[in-house]
């Protein structure tokens, strides 16, 4: 009746009001829990917590100044774990990986960075899975490390083995981070990246002159950059953002570099934890990018000026993972001075080599003429990721190689990719065509019987302007309906082989497993 219904209405109303007051003692107390809880993983952050784990016996020898080098290999993204096979790859061997590496041979491995995955400021940690890295069965059996032939290495890092994910000089435990580093690939003290080298440095950038093989000429200088103990935040999630004064490596790395540059070799291979050569992101909000000038007052336009002096502008494509054209200003400078070193007559050659992406590709770009960095040259880089590694999605990338160039639909830059064979009317072709057309053109768009989709066309460049030389590839593991875009092969390295009679460098990747590669030989004068 009415009389229960108020009986029962107030009983609510009774528990309501006793919950409310519970709450309203409980609420403050579990945010100041909240609080508490939050300033102590800050502080367990910011801790460094030493490592404890005794070091495994296994050792790398690193390289020295005036070995003979002409084959050089390397790869990033190491999981010694995943080395005989991971999910959807279960019955890979992974010993073919470094029994391929030692059959095709090589006088010199560089490490890319991830050179294991541990990320965070506990370093005993990080030592551990150093451990797990080096003594990996067929890294032993076959790798760098294997005792009475070892492989002479170099090495630079990124996030996952340097840091945690994206971070760069605001980690708090870099030079706890880097003593572990040393003792991973066995640095000798006499090394600035050595804690106990008298010139010790912050940082674990590097370099080594190496000969040309029976001769006491200087061939191949192998120069390691790191891309993480002097870098700003790229996005504001990461932390302040800096604006147009953003940085990628230190003031003091700049000047090693510029040094560096200025010494005399036929070929400098330049190693970068991250690519150099993909074009900015443009997809997104410039003011997305910490680096962009709305960061820091607004009064400068460096960010698009810096695009725009490297020969790109909002057609260019890049990859919206972490490259160096997130920072266009210190990619520019990059870029520049290693033009500048071929025109000052310092290098024939300059071929940046880079990991992080899970993916493997060949690139080249021309860089414009400059009048502070001069006539314009062309500069190459090949990413090789992972050991094992794989990233099964197309990438856009402008400035990835191509057999030929085009346009879209009849405008804009000839940086797009042809491809072929393409079917169109009845007819395969191999190469640009007229059909239909005043002006040769392509296909840049095929379906899976290689008919020509309607709409994705361009009209092709002239060969004069091709970058790609001599190329080969045999890779069935690609995307982006490239060949030179490798993404779902088990693993993969990459490899430079210099001829310096013929004055020739092949540049190239190899995926073990599969046995096949893909590969751009250039001549220089």
Not at 149 to 154: E, G
Not at 171 to 186: A, D, G, I, Y
Not at 331 to 356: C, H, M, P, Y
């Amino acid at each position: 009746d009415v009389g229960d219904k108020i009986k029962i209405h107030k009983i609510v109303f009774i528990l309501l009001e006793d919950t409310l007051r519970a709450m309203r003692l409980f609420v403050p107390l579990l945010l100041l829990v909240l609080f508490y809880s939050n300033c102590l993983a800050e502080e367990d952050q910011a801790q460094c917590y030493p490592a404890q784990e005794t070091p495994s016996p296994i050792t790398h020898y690193y390289a020295e100044d005036g070995l003979e080098v002409s084959q050089v290999s390397f790869s990033s993204c190491y999981l010694p774990e995943d080395m005989n096979g991971y999910e959807g790859y279960e019955d890979m061997n992974g010993s073919s990986f470094w029994s391929d590496v030692r059959l095709r041979g090589t006088d010199l491995w560089l490490w890319l960075g991830d050179n294991m995955y541990m990320d965070g400021t506990d370093m005993n940690a990080k030592r551990v899975k150093y451990n797990e890295a080096r003594d990996e069965e067929s890294y032993v059996e076959h790798g760098p490390v294997k005792e009475g032939s070892k492989i002479p290495v170099m090495a630079t890092w990124d996030d996952h083995d340097c840091c945690a994910d994206n971070r760069g000089n605001d980690f708090p435990c870099l030079p706890e981070s880097q003593q572990e580093f040393v003792k991973h690939f066995n640095i000798p003290v006499s090394d600035p990246i050595h804690q106990d080298s008298p010139d010790h440095q912050q940082g674990v950038y590097n370099s080594r002159m190496f000969l040309k093989p029976g001769t006491s000429e200087n061939g191949i200088h192998t120069i390691m950059l790191d891309a993480r103990s002097g870098r700003d935040p790229t996005y504001n999630y990461h932390g302040a953002c800096r604006g147009a004064e953003t940085k990628m490596l230190s003031e003091q790395q700049w000047t090693w570099l510029e040094e560096e540059l200025r010494i005399e070799s036929e070929i400098k291979i330049i190693a970068s934890g991250i690519q150099v050569l993909p074009p900015t992101d443009q997809t997104k909000e410039r003011s997305e990018f910490c680096a962009d000038d709305s960061h820091s007052g607004g009064s400068t336009t460096s960010f698009a000026d810096s695009i725009a002096q490297v020969g790109e502008d909002s057609e260019w494509y890049g990859t919206g993972y972490e490259t160096w054209a997130e920072i266009p200003q210190e990619r520019r400078k990059l870029l520049g001075l290693a033009q500048k070193s071929i025109n000052e007559g310092k290098t024939k050659v300059v071929i940046f080599v880079s990991g992080d992406q899970h993916w493997a590709e060949l690139m080249a770009k021309k860089m414009p003429e400059s009048e502070t960095f001069g006539p314009s040259q062309t500069l190459y880089e090949v990413t090789a990721s992972g050991v094992p590694r794989l990233f099964n999605y197309d990438i856009v990338n402008s400035n990835r190689l191509r057999d030929r160039s085009c346009n879209a639909e009849g405008s804009g830059p000839y940086n797009n990719a042809c491809v072929f064979p393409f079917r169109y009317n009845g007819n395969t072709y191999y190469n640009c065509t007229t059909a239909n057309s005043n002006v040769e053109w392509c296909s840049t768009k095929t379906d899976s019987t290689n008919s020509h989709m309607e709409g994705y066309w361009g009209n092709c460049d002239s060969m004069q302007n091709e970058l790609a030389q001599k190329t080969f590839s045999d890779s069935t593991k690609t995307c982006t309906l490239s060949k030179y875009h490798i993404c779902y092969a088990f693993g993969n390295y990459g490899f430079i082989e210099a001829d310096f009679e013929m004055k020739q460098v092949k540049m190239g990747i190899r995926t073990p497993v599969e046995d096949e590669h893909m590969a751009h030989q250039i001549s220089y004068q």
